[in-house]
């Protein structure tokens, strides 16, 4: 898996220039996921990346978009079908159920789902909402210190090639 996935993804998405739900947004994710897969055990990085890249890539909106999870679900199904997707049917259901409800305050036992939650939480201050513990699955995303590190998530500069070595990195451990 490397970057050109991302430039597929980005490709076929609705709003990859949104302010506040395009790829900028999928990169600060993908940097708060990838940071937390490195602290919790049993945690699939390489799907926390991925969740990263697809969860936000099928809105219609700003605002309120209540099956924007359930689309960009949709649309991994379509990736793996492709080919373009290369996971196992119990990886895909595990990322197809992370992007389907992230955006329904659940929060998750599963190390996983925990994490992809959290780090598209802890990015809540792009909009200028204050991530709550109680709403976070993980211990570490938990951590009063990380949620205030987490407000200058956004305003980082990523590069899709530069968060794909930081995967490869974090999936050696």
Excluded at 40 to 53: K, R
Excluded at 94 to 101: F, N, P
Excluded at 164 to 169: G, L, V
Aim: aromatic share 8%; proline share 3%; charged share 25%.
């Amino acid at each position: 898996m490397d970057s050109s996935l991302a430039a597929i993804v980005v490709s076929r998405s609705t709003r990859p220039g949104s302010r506040d739900h395009g790829e900028q947004h999928w990169k600060a994710v993908a940097w708060a996921g990838l940071g937390l897969a490195r602290q919790i055990d049993g945690c699939d990085a390489e799907l926390v990346l991925l969740f990263a890249l697809l969860h936000d890539t099928q809105r219609f909106n700003e605002s309120r978009d209540p099956e924007h999870g359930l689309r960009a679900a949709l649309f991994a199904l379509e990736l793996r079908s492709e080919g373009v997707l290369t996971l196992d049917d119990e990886r895909l259901a595990l990322l197809v159920d992370a992007c389907t409800r992230h955006d329904k305050g659940y929060v998750s036992d599963d190390p996983t789902t925990g994490a992809c939650w959290d780090a598209d939480r802890l990015n809540l201050w792009r909009v200028g909402i204050t991530p709550e513990a109680r709403l976070l699955s993980t211990p570490p995303a938990r951590e009063s210190e990380l949620i205030a590190e987490a407000r200058s998530f956004h305003g980082l500069a990523y590069r899709w090639d530069d968060l794909f070595d930081s995967f490869a990195q974090v999936a050696q451990r």
